[in-house]
């Protein structure tokens, strides 16, 4: 199995910006897209961003788009979460995960531990 750690996260006030990255060690995945998921209190995970392998292909929830984005190299086995004009309403948990199809983890995927971002108005 893969191991997958977040780090990046934390305090940060309305419109400022987070980075997020995500460190794969061990095994790692092959031709696997990756994403970014989120758990926000009262809420259930959803989903945010995802990245093909060759990253290629990125999608978005509606909730986040134009303000983050997700990039990886493949190098280093590295995810990243750039996450820019940040909200309240973006205070979660931010767990990476992969591999995904669609905006789902797959059943035997893997998942981090997730990071907290908390945004201040």
């Known amino acids: 199995h893969v191991q997958l750690v977040e780090s990046g996260g934390g305090l940060v006030q309305a419109g400022g910006s987070l980075r997020l990255s995500c460190a794969a060690s061990?095994?790692?995945?092959?031709?696997?897209?990756m994403g970014w998921f989120r758990q926000a209190p009262g809420k259930e995970r959803e989903f945010v961003a995802a990245?093909?392998?060759?990253?290629?292909?990125?999608d978005y929830a509606d909730s986040v788009k134009g303000r983050f984005t997700i990039s990886r190299d493949n190098a280093k086995n590295t995810v990243y979460l750039q996450m820019n004009s940040l909200k309240p309403e973006d205070t979660a948990v931010y767990y990476c995960?992969?591999?995904?199809?669609?905006?789902?983890?797959?059943?035997?995927?893997?998942w981090g531990q997730g990071t907290q971002v908390t945004v201040s108005s």
């Open positions: 995960a992969g591999p995904v199809l669609g905006v789902r983890v797959r059943s035997d995927g893997s």
């Open positions: 061990g095994r790692t995945f092959s031709n696997a897209a």
């Open positions: 990245i093909s392998w060759s990253g290629g292909n990125t």
